[in-house]
């Protein structure tokens, strides 16, 4: 595997990704967080199911092996990461989002340290820093009284939690992948994590239409209940959106972000989903015709020497996570 070829799995990701902060925005209030993340993953099953399911089928006595392992990622990684964003998302802003989201990298090392004994290149203590500058810069607009201002909402912990359910994938998939091929895998998550998606789906709708039981909930949660005062109202836009969600942000970028975390290893992979701001900026600027501003460039820079210093030609490309039996 060359080096470009590990800049693209590393950074494809994050770059499909980066988008959901772009159309996010427009489309927030068109869809409760469990139905975008139901629809989302429907149509990620719908194609992998064309496009893998026959062939996954033979793998079928490795996914009873390991059936338990394979559930736990399914529901972290695909229905309770999705679904958890989407609500936290309702609650807080987007800066505080992305900077919440900015310490995932950090979780995952510190995961990867505390189940795997994995020893961390010195280059990358110097990267993970630089990259959450960066990171920093960007949402700050590179005013240092931004973070007098910073305060921790309930939307905020969500995230948080959010954030620590992608790490334990992230830091765990490897495991399997040693075990089933990526599209198999995928596949079989896909369609593990869907099915918890649709209990949750079949019972928020169910206790909606029940006004006892939805006003008892609202007063217990009243933000997570999520009741919807009107079925989703479906327009080309919002189609157009679950589409991109679920082919490109779901298929595509589940499949290279397996690959990345399982060959090259999960540090490496989390430090890269720093770029999903300096990606969200160019894609603000081409299409929502925003300005690039001094902070955006110097936020860019510092991430991008980041993703340097991993990639430095001195490095030892080491087999991620060898303690795993």
């Known amino acids: 595997m060359n080096t470009l070829y590990k800049i693209f799995i590393l950074l494809l990701p994050p770059f499909l990704w980066s988008f959901n902060f772009v159309?996010?925005?427009?489309?927030?209030?068109?869809?409760?967080?469990?139905?975008?993340?139901?629809?989302?993953?429907?149509?990620?099953?719908?194609?992998?199911?064309?496009?893998?399911?026959?062939?996954?089928?033979?793998?079928?006595?490795e996914m009873k092996k390991n059936f338990m392992l394979l559930c736990v990622l399914s529901?972290?990684?695909?229905?309770l990461f999705n679904t958890i964003l989407y609500y936290g998302l309702e609650q807080t802003t987007a800066i505080n989002s992305v900077l919440i989201a900015s310490t995932t990298p950090v979780m995952i090392m510190v995961l990867n340290l505390v189940f795997f004994q994995y020893n961390m290149r010195p280059l990358e203590f110097v990267a993970m820093p630089l990259s959450l500058i960066g990171v920093f810069f960007i949402v700050s607009q590179g005013k240092l009284e931004f973070y007098k201002e910073f305060s921790v909402n309930p939307g905020d912990i969500i995230v948080f939690f959010a954030a620590l359910s992608w790490a334990l994938y992230s830091v765990w998939l490897p495991k399997l992948a040693k075990v089933l091929p990526p599209k198999p895998l995928l596949t079989a998550s896909i369609f593990i994590g869907w099915f918890f998606l649709l209990l949750g789906f079949s019972v928020t709708h169910f206790l909606a239409t029940h006004s006892l039981a939805s006003n008892f909930f609202a007063r217990i949660l009243p933000r997570l209940s999520g009741f919807p005062s009107?079925?989703?109202?479906?327009?080309?836009?919002s189609v157009a959106f679950i589409i991109y969600l679920g082919i490109f942000a779901s298929v595509i970028a589940y499949i290279f972000w397996n690959k990345a975390a399982s060959e090259i290893g999960s540090n490496m992979a989390g430090i890269c989903l720093n770029f999903m701001p300096v990606f969200a900026v160019i894609a603000s600027t081409v299409l929502l015709k925003e300005k690039l501003h001094g902070y955006h460039f110097w936020g860019a820079l510092c991430i991008v020497i980041s993703l340097t210093l991993i990639f430095n030609k001195n490095m030892k490309w080491k087999k991620p996570l060898t303690k795993i039996t």
């Not at 975008?36 to 429907?42: I, K, N, Q, V």
């Not at 529901?75 to 229905?79: H, N, P």
């Not at 009107?230 to 836009?237: K, L």
């Open 75 to 79: 529901i972290l990684g695909i229905a």
């Open 230 to 237: 009107e079925p989703t109202q479906f327009t080309f836009a």
């Open 23 to 61: 159309f996010g925005r427009y489309f927030r209030d068109s869809f409760m967080p469990i139905d975008l993340a139901f629809y989302r993953w429907s149509l990620a099953l719908l194609v992998v199911g064309i496009l893998y399911g026959k062939s996954s089928l033979a793998w079928l006595p």
